[in-house]
């Protein structure tokens, strides 16, 4: 075990949590127990940040014990009473017995939990995934309890496994794909020989998205993450990932490498420009992974020797769609997404043609934020080094949706049903044909306000009508 050391001050007790969390700790103490802070917490104070969500372990008490001491201060929900885990209310703090967790057959739920007051700190830390979240910290004494060497391995940059338990959950090979992403961190060979021996076995959609979700949204170099699942052999289990790994590119517009380089220069590109917008950053992460899905199935070499990839934006609609749907079920994600991919192409297009403001509006109306299909068109341009990161095509298009209102919104319809309604129509069916051909000219530029969207109703209604009688008279 390596030795205790000091570090006063790591968590602001002063904050409202943190007052909270030295109140439990003096409480636990005086009941003959001890409650140290755990995991993410402790790992994010020594690297600089400021944590949200703490987690306390408490040694020495029962459940009953800790339950009643809790209650009588705060509000409490007893999420796993059963093995002694507590969630104080309005806090972000978890508070638990150190647990034992055995392995009863097979499937991620296929674990025997409970709670055991009477483990040791090294015997806690045995059952945590990495290292780097098996350090402790005592908030009266400010000492660091570290018996897996965790500081060390932070210091130096690697995740590393803590111990043989790593194994008994599969998806801990997704979060050390996410955490060396997040923090940059090197992969321990004999952590990496362990996830190669590790099948997936059937986890769940949601577990297996909130991974990725981290990679995207919290990866500051993503690349490291999704290098480390090739390594690995994970990336199997993403037969359409595994497919860019052998899908070649046109040299001369894609140094870099085949299309599997390109998209983890792309996303390392995305990451540096993350805006912090969390549903943001995942509808364009997400795009920016899978912009060249179609690659692989669209390349050939042509005549003169090069490589082409004709219509991959469109072809890798479905295919996206597949990767998604193994992921998560959630609908919009994929919606907000998949237009992205079909139009990655679009900016550079649209500056070569100078296209017009109804091209621009029809863009908006089909991808919903021309800002993010910005991003994603500016991390394709940013993932082909050496070449330059010069991205023109956006600028124009980016000033163009500025002038058209329509930067970060889709188009809006001027003239809904109740305009309809004053003009004297009654609502039918007529109402949609209307509606429709009004917005069809709102796009071409007939019309930019509801003056002019009256107007455009009421001609409409005449020619109709006029046609109208014209073929009766036939």
């Not at 969500?53 to 209650?71: C, I, K, M, P, T």
């Not at 309005?90 to 638990?96: F, H, K, N, S």
């Not at 998209?263 to 420009?273: G, I, Q, S, V």
């Not at 004297?424 to 949609?432: E, H, I, S, T």
Request: include cysteine.
């Amino acid at each position: 075990m390596a030795e205790n050391t000091q570090r006063p001050n790591l968590i602001d007790l002063k904050s409202h949590a943190g007052q909270a969390i030295r109140e439990i700790a003096e409480d636990v103490t005086a009941a003959g127990g001890r409650a140290v802070v755990v995991g993410g917490a402790v790992r994010d104070a020594l690297l600089g940040a400021n944590p949200k969500d703490l987690d306390v372990e408490v040694f020495g008490l029962a459940a009953g014990q800790l339950e009643q001491l809790l209650s009588a201060k705060f509000r409490i929900d007893q999420v796993g009473r059963s093995f002694g885990v507590f969630i104080i209310k309005g806090l972000d703090i978890d508070v638990a017995l150190p647990r034992r967790e055995r392995k009863d057959g097979v499937g991620h739920k296929a674990f025997a939990i409970e709670g055991d007051p009477d483990m040791t700190f090294a015997e806690a830390a045995a059952r945590r995934d990495f290292t780097l979240n098996a350090i402790s910290w005592d908030p009266l004494t400010n000492e660091l309890i570290d018996p897996a060497n965790g500081q060390q391995d932070l210091a130096n940059g690697v995740l590393r496994h803590v111990s043989h338990q790593f194994a008994e959950d599969p998806l801990r090979v997704l979060r050390a794909m996410q955490f060396l992403a997040r923090f940059e961190l090197t992969i321990a060979p004999e952590t990496l020989e362990l996830c190669r021996s590790i099948e997936a076995e059937d986890l769940p959609k949601e577990r297996l998205f909130e991974e990725w979700a981290k990679l995207i949204r919290k990866g500051e170099k993503p690349s490291l993450g999704l290098y480390f699942l090739q390594e690995c052999g994970w990336l199997r289990y993403y037969p359409e990932l595994v497919a860019l790994t052998t899908c070649p590119q046109d040299p001369k517009w894609h140094p870099e490498g085949n299309a599997w380089v390109h998209t983890l220069h792309c996303l390392d590109a995305f990451a540096r420009e993350k805006i912090g917008d969390p549903w943001e950053d995942l509808v364009v992460g997400f795009a920016v992974l899978l912009h060249d899905i179609g690659k692989p199935v669209t390349t050939y070499t042509d005549d003169n020797g090069r490589i082409r990839s004709p219509a991959h934006d469109v072809e890798g609609l479905p295919i996206a769609e597949t990767f998604l749907r193994r992921l998560t079920n959630h609908r919009e994600l994929i919606e907000q997404v998949l237009p992205l991919i079909e139009t990655h192409m679009r900016p550079s297009d649209f500056y070569r043609n100078k296209a017009s403001n109804a091209a621009v509006r029809r863009l908006a109306g089909k991808v919903g934020r021309i800002d993010r299909l910005l991003r994603v068109s500016a991390a394709d341009m940013g993932g082909r080094p050496p070449l330059p990161a010069d991205f023109p095509a956006g600028d124009w298009l980016r000033t163009k949706a500025e002038e058209l209102a329509i930067r970060d919104s889709a188009p809006k319809p001027l003239i809904l049903g109740r305009h309809l309604i004053e003009l004297g129509l009654k609502p039918g069916v007529q109402f949609k044909e209307i509606l429709a051909a009004a917005f069809e000219a709102q796009l071409d530029g007939d019309f930019n306000d509801e003056a002019g969207g009256v107007a455009f109703v009421q001609k409409f209604l005449s020619e109709n009508a006029a046609s109208g009688e014209t073929q009766n008279q036939k």
